[in-house]
């Protein structure tokens, strides 16, 4: 597998939407290519006739019954907003 | 003059039971057994001094939901974070009257097996204070072995009550995928996240067990118990089959000592009428890590997303939205859960995906055919818990990888989804060493009896030899 170059590095950081400090960049990119080394070792097996497991139990489609319930109130569902205007989450304008 | 030491949680509801002593009595000399020794070892985030329960006390690790009571999961961008609700397992610890002593301190986000990575500073080992207590869940399992709990719930990704248990010298359950209810909790990898019990012994286990476990309409992936709990009594282990994985044995790493105490366990299986063999797990330990390093950031990328400072926790302010967003996962994470973050987003991106994550996904599938193979001639398999015993602080935090590999041997059969106990099995230069056992899914009631019969047959002082006055 192919190092992680210092673009692709601040790429991955603006898809997690962290804004890593220059010293972070430094740290973190040897760390995550040695990570990446050691977890890469996955790709050594031939496994194209091996099924992916995504979920460790053979449960499939559980259905609940589509009855109305209270839900949470508005003043609640706001207690932990770190910034609010009415009924509203208040944030920043523009960007993503 | 209450014990906090050696009390059991069985012998703690028969005193309350009986009116021997009040629940109240009970949470205070929890409460006078933490100012006394949490100063020094740091198990608790917060505590609850004032009674509120009709039954004994409880401590719950800080992932752990809990209406009204701060829960931060060890982080930064979740501090001052004040759930409104309470997550199912605590519910159901409320509703039997359990009185909840406060929540433990842990890894940030449960990334970690020494908790150094909480962000509001490590915890000591109870055996030797300049030692780790194992992590994530190193609050719940150093604050039962110091007597500041009777007993405590964790939760276990890639081995985070498991390995606390084996470095702390007590009893913790990783129970079956889907057994306990996730609801309410602050989840990491989803399709390894369950919540457990960390007792003294394997009777208060099974008890804390049958306590949480069942079906929760509000967790989907959750099924009914096949049979109900029982709570084990077996001294012997006659009729069972108790196999021993070349593998999980001989990996490079376990310390001799390690090895040793984990031998005189397999020769007692024996002593107690268990057929003992060998068998394989080829893949385990060459690929168990690799899949969980890939498997586990990725969920954890998709699930760390809703810390965005919209809604709960930290926010940096910034003057756009995006930078916003930005700054507040900057200052609000910790190192560990960047890095996770960054390796599972970069192993979920467009062009990677198959190469990392399908690929870890089909060799989960091989990890777990090769544990249903050995559970065709074994009823449980045993293992060191931890290729070590406890470390001292500092020895791994520089060095990432190194400090994964305290998970080898949890993360195999974490993989498949199956349950494992963890069980003090002696002492290595003073310090407790952990064996593990696993069954097949759903088989908590085995692993309860061939988990105390050995004690029983071990008799390994859980209290830790400076504590024991």
Redo the contacts between chains.
């Keep these: 597998m192919a190092n992680i170059s210092r673009e692709q590095l601040l790429h991955v950081a603006r898809l997690a939407r962290l804004e890593l400090r220059e010293e972070e960049v430094e740290r973190l990119g040897v760390q995550l290519n040695d990570i990446l080394a050691a977890v890469g070792k996955v790709s050594e097996l031939d496994l194209s006739e091996v099924p992916p497991t995504s979920h460790p139990l053979d449960v499939v489609n559980v259905w609940g019954a589509d009855e109305p319930a209270e839900s949470l109130p508005v003043e609640e569902a706001l207690a932990n907003a770190p910034e609010r205007e009415g009924f509203y989450f208040k944030v920043p304008p523009g960007g993503a | 003059m209450i014990d906090t030491l050696r009390l059991t949680a069985e012998e703690a509801v028969g005193l309350v039971e009986r009116g021997e002593v009040s629940a109240a009595e009970l949470h205070e000399a929890y409460v006078a057994a933490i100012a006394e020794r949490d100063p020094e070892l740091h198990c608790f985030l917060r505590v609850l001094e004032e009674p509120n329960g009709t039954s004994i006390p409880i401590a719950l690790k800080d992932v752990i939901g809990t209406k009204g009571i701060e829960t931060t999961a060890g982080s930064r961008i979740l501090e ?3 759930p ?2 309470d997550s199912t397992v605590a519910a159901r610890c409320r509703g039997r009257g359990l009185s909840f002593l406060g929540k433990t301190n842990m890894d940030e986000f449960a990334m970690g097996s020494s908790t150094e990575n909480s962000a509001y500073g490590p915890t000591l080992n109870p055996w030797d204070t300049e030692r780790v207590p194992g992590g994530s869940g190193g609050g719940s399992a150093a604050a039962v072995s110091a007597g500041l709990t009777p007993w405590a719930l964790g939760s276990d990704t890639g081995g985070s009550i498991k390995q606390p248990s084996a470095l702390c010298g007590n009893v913790g359950l990783r129970p079956t ?2 057994t306990v209810s996730r609801y309410g909790i602050i989840a990491f990898a989803s ?1 390894l996240d369950q919540v457990g019990p960390v007792a003294r012994n394997v009777r208060d286990c099974a008890l804390l067990y049958s306590i949480i476990a069942g079906r929760d ?1 509000a967790d ?2 959750t ?1 009914e118990l096949p049979q109900a709990v029982a709570l084990p009594d077996a001294e012997d282990l006659k009729g069972l089959r108790v196999g021993v994985p070349t593998e999980l044995n001989e990996a490079d790493g376990i310390e001799p000592g390690v090895t040793e105490a984990v031998q005189r366990a397999i020769a007692l299986c024996r002593e107690l009428g268990a057929e003992v063999g060998e068998c394989s797990l080829p ?1 385990s330990i ?2 168990g ?3 969980y ?2 498997i586990a950031p990725a969920e954890a ?1 998709s699930n760390l ?1 809703r810390y ?8 940096t ?11 507040t ?2 200052d609000g ?1 910790g190192d560990e859960p ?2 996770r ?3 599972g ?3 979920l ?1 467009a062009g990677y995906y198959d ?2 994550y ?9 990890l ?1 055919r090769e544990h249903s193979e050995a559970f065709e001639r074994f009823d449980v398999l045993v293992s060191p818990t931890s290729p070590t015993v406890a470390f001292k602080l500092g020895a791994k935090t520089d060095n ?2 190194a400090m994964y590999l305290s998970d080898l041997l949890t993360i195999p059969s974490n ?3 199956l349950p494992g106990l963890n069980i003090p099995c002696g002492l290595s230069e003073g310090l407790p060493v952990g064996l593990q056992l696993i069954g097949p ?1 759903f088989s908590e009631n085995v692993l309860f009896r061939v988990g105390r019969a050995l004690e029983l047959a071990i008799g390994f002082d859980p209290v830790p030899a400076r504590l024991a006055g």
Excluded: N
């Design positions: 001052g974070y004040v409104v609700y995928y889907g399709s309409p989907t992936t099924v893949r060459e690929y890590l690799p899949c390093y890939l990328s997303a965005d400072g919209v809604r709960f926790g930290h926010r302010h910034a003057s756009g939205r995006l930078e916003m967003y930005e700054r996962r900057d994470f960047k890095r973050i960054m390796i987003t970069y192993a991106s190469a990392y399908g690929q870890a996904q089909k060799v989960r599938t091989v777990a990432p990888l993989m498949a989804g899914q």
